[in-house]
């Protein structure tokens, strides 16, 4: 029972250089999250998307691309690193049709990847 | 706009209780969860409420009041290895962009537990 798998956990990056994370889940989840934790400031979210083929802006977009071309995929791709964006990501997904409420419609997170651009 | 204000820390004493408060303002309100992050690791969920009043489960329990856009998380009996991170986040409508399950997180409460 794998759940939210990130890859990788570590990276060092040089300013300019760019790189993808890799988040998978196996849950048959429609929603995929990608947040940046920094301190003092929780998590913000980067992008998401409610289901394959789909994409949206969350409320730190900028210097960031995903995509969704596989269900069980949301990748998060940094096309030119900036020491800005060292931080910790965390992928997240859930399943919600839209209007269930109900304690299991939560988000399950992945175990992070811990970024440093120098 | 969309604000969730929780405070920074606070500290306690094994055994004791403690209460983390969160206040929020957002455009549409569909549920409010907590979650618990320890250092270097994911948030892992606790909580829900969706409807007003409290919430129980063991030594946690959530309460809600959306009129008054508050929720606290009571955690009893403490323990060492509750020393953590507590993450108040609220649930949002955006029908339009299709983000009905977006979650936007506090900064988070650094709770520690000593003994």
């Known amino acids: 029972n794998a759940g939210v798998t990130q890859t990788p956990k570590f990276r060092v990056l040089k300013t300019g250089q760019s790189m993808t994370l890799l988040c998978a889940q196996d849950m048959n989840h429609e929603y995929m999250y990608w947040y940046r934790q920094d301190p003092g400031m929780g998590l913000r979210l980067i992008h998401y998307s409610v289901g394959e083929g789909t994409t949206a802006k969350g409320e730190v977009p900028d210097g960031y691309n995903v995509s969704r071309l596989k269900k069980q995929n949301f990748l998060l791709g940094l096309e030119s690193a900036a020491p800005s964006q060292t931080s910790v990501y965390f992928c997240?997904?859930?399943?919600?049709?839209?209007?269930?409420?109900?304690?299991?419609?939560?988000?399950?997170f992945g175990e992070g990847s811990w970024l440093t651009v120098v | 706009g969309q604000n969730i204000d929780q405070p920074t820390e606070m500290t306690a004493t094994e055994g004791a209780i403690v209460q983390i408060n969160c206040t929020y303002q957002?455009?549409?309100?569909?549920?409010l969860f907590w979650y618990q992050q320890h250092a270097g690791e994911a948030p892992t969920f606790l909580s829900y409420?969706?409807?007003?009043g409290l919430e129980e489960k063991g030594r946690f329990s959530s309460f809600l009041s959306r009129s008054k856009g508050y929720s606290y998380l009571l955690l009893k009996e403490l323990q060492m290895k509750d020393s953590a991170s507590y993450l108040c986040a609220v649930r949002g409508l955006a029908p339009l962009s299709g983000g009905y399950n977006k979650l936007i997180f506090g900064a988070g409460t650094r709770l520690a537990v000593h003994p």
């Open positions: 409420n969706v409807l007003d």
């Open positions: 997240a997904s859930c399943l919600d049709p839209g209007t269930e409420l109900h304690s299991g419609n939560t988000i399950y």
């Open positions: 957002t455009s549409g309100f569909n549920g």
